[in-house]
């Protein structure tokens, strides 16, 4: 049974930085991307970043947010900087993430979500 279980986030500052860890267990994902996605309140889940042969982020993160993954331990980070009130959402980790030009960025591995909140 593939899990991925995130850490990190919590309440921070904006302007501050904060990093999110997940680490998948279950399955080897060597071969596919990690990414993370995010959902506020009253919006819909949206993509934030993913990480495999390519890298790619949505153009709201775009020099402030950092993916990065540590193969060996099956695990995908999220350095967050210059965080904004609009950054506040449940963030998840997602693993075995696909691109399509019709659908966009999809996953079909999900972590339970963690919350990270940006008060001014």
């Known amino acids: 049974q593939v899990q991925l279980v995130e850490s990190g986030g919590g309440l921070v500052q904006a302007g501050d930085s904060t990093r999110l860890s997940c680490v998948a267990s279950g399955r080897n994902f060597i071969n596919t991307a990690m990414g993370w996605f995010r959902q506020a309140p009253g919006k819909e889940r949206e993509f934030v970043a993913a990480r495999g042969d390519e890298t790619y982020y949505t153009d709201s993160v775009k020099g402030r947010f950092a993916i990065s993954r540590d193969i060996a331990k099956n695990s995908v980070f999220l350095q967050m900087n210059s965080l904004r009130l609009e950054d506040t959402a449940v963030y998840y980790c997602?693993?075995?993430?696909?691109?399509?030009?019709?659908?966009?960025?999809?996953?079909?591995?999900w972590g339970q979500g963690i919350q990270v909140t940006v008060s001014s």
């Open positions: 997602a693993a075995d993430v696909r691109r399509t030009l019709k659908y966009g960025f999809s996953a079909n591995y």
